[in-house]
């Protein structure tokens, strides 16, 4: 993989004071989808039926490979969607990096699938990149309503068990969960999964998930996935929590990539959504930060940072933040490059909204440009998420329907606003 050269500015790229030229790339490459250009996939088959017959790839038509789509990076914009409606003035750059020469190549991983009624039917697969927190509808969860202890063996060797239970606690805990998973008839290939869900008499309603599994080649993968609806502590409002972790690694090459997406939600219409990423591809590697926050009154603070390096030391970034209230506000960000011999490249923009229709943009770079003008512009931002508690409500049925445990007359609970965390992999979930 060749790597980037010095910069300095360019309209294809990023070019430096040594006549270096920086490649473009996309910061999301690796591992199990680590790029759009090219996905590595684990494909799946199934023996319910005798017959070897494909289950479906990673994106969900059964195909492994999807045409490459070549990706720029906006300052003004970011891979968590939202709509700005402004000119550019010098501040969009391209996030550049070395192109990846990761080779698509379908893995087979056979156990997850069993003869028809003779054992669980997981639906686990190896996570998507940059796809966010799943609804809960996505994940199919049916918890077992009677104590399971079951396994078995398949036709082909493959083994399988399936266990249920349910475990209380002080303030009327109580914890419901299934367990399931598989292992191929030499143990390469193994599959887990976990449901949960969690009450109290505090009003305290958690949905949980968390899968992994691994192949014959030792590529890895782990997701979880919560869902969580509590009273807050401060305001006294309902509030509704969700996250994600994901992450795969490959077992034949240095790659893997990891994900933490979290969203938080009040009746009032206060709103925060974040996201962590960083992944590793033999020798670059990359991370992103993202953020935004609506208080639910027109004020909004989104921000972005992203940023690579390659073993050979040279580095590259492009950053930006926004804030509005009632029309006014600023934007601001960064585009970088650092080379092995420590020169840095760097551009600055900034922009502040009067909301009378008058936008101040300014700017410069380390190689002498600069730039200072007023302009007529209108000013388009979002104040509200366009996702909301309103949604979020609408697709949380299954966890406003978990139930607690009968509280007996007279009994009231000790108010705890703790967070919840999640069952370890090898027991059942605790208090």
């Excluded at 002498?368 to 949604?391: C, F, I, L, Q, R």
């Excluded at 509280?407 to 059942?428: A, L």
């Amino acid at each position: 993989m060749a790597a980037a050269a010095t910069a300095a500015t360019g309209s294809n790229g990023l070019t430096g004071p040594l006549g270096g030229k920086l490649k473009r790339v996309d910061v999301g490459i690796g591992f199990v989808e680590l790029q759009r250009k090219r996905r590595r996939v684990f494909g799946v088959k199934c023996c319910c039926s005798g017959s070897v017959v494909p289950i479906r790839g990673i994106n969900g038509s059964g195909k492994c490979v999807e045409k490459c789509e070549n990706w720029r990076f906006d300052s003004k914009k970011s891979s968590h969607s939202y709509r700005v409606k402004v000119q550019a003035s010098s501040s969009t750059m391209p996030f550049a990096s070395p192109k990846s020469r990761f080779a698509s190549k379908q893995e087979q991983f056979f156990p997850r699938c069993t003869p028809r009624n003779s054992g669980p039917q997981s639906h686990d697969s190896p996570p998507k990149r940059d796809t966010g927190i799943a609804n809960e509808k996505e994940w199919g969860i049916d918890m077992l309503n009677e104590n399971v202890n079951e396994s078995g063996t398949n036709e082909d060797g493959s083994t399988w068990y399936r266990k249920s239970g349910e475990n209380s606690g002080e303030n009327g805990y109580r914890c419901r969960w299934t367990k399931m998973g598989g292992k191929s008839h030499n143990g390469a290939s193994e599959w887990k999964e976990m449901w949960w869900e969690k009450s109290d008499w505090t009003g305290y309603k958690e949905l949980g998930v968390e899968k992994s599994g691994r192949n014959a080649e030792g590529d890895s993968w782990l997701e979880t996935w919560q869902e969580v609806l509590h009273q807050d502590e401060w305001s006294n409002l309902a509030r509704i929590e969700r996250s994600a972790q994901k992450q795969a690694k490959s077992g034949t090459e240095n790659a893997g990539w990891y994900e933490n997406w979290s969203e938080k939600y009040d009746a009032k219409g206060w709103t925060e959504k974040g996201a962590h990423k960083y992944g590793r591809l033999n020798e670059q590697s990359w991370w992103e930060k993202w953020g935004e926050e609506y208080d639910g009154r027109g004020s909004v603070l989104k921000w972005t940072d992203k940023w690579a390096e390659s073993e050979l030391g040279t580095k590259w970034g492009d950053k930006w933040e926004e804030k509005f209230f009632a029309g006014i506000g600023s934007r601001q960000g960064e585009t970088w490059h650092a080379s092995l011999s420590s020169e840095r490249w760097s551009r600055t923009w900034g922009e502040e909204h009067f909301g009378n229709g008058k936008v101040h943009k300014y700017g410069k770079s380390t190689t002498g440009e600069s730039w200072d003008m007023v302009v007529d512009e209108k000013t388009y931002y979002e104040a509200e998420p366009h996702y909301g508690w309103a949604d979020v409500v609408g697709d949380s049925s299954q966890l406003f329907s978990i139930q607690p445990r009968e509280q007996p007359p007279g009994v009231y609970p000790n108010i705890d606003f703790g967070s919840s965390v999640p069952p370890n992999d090898e027991s059942p979930p605790t208090r």
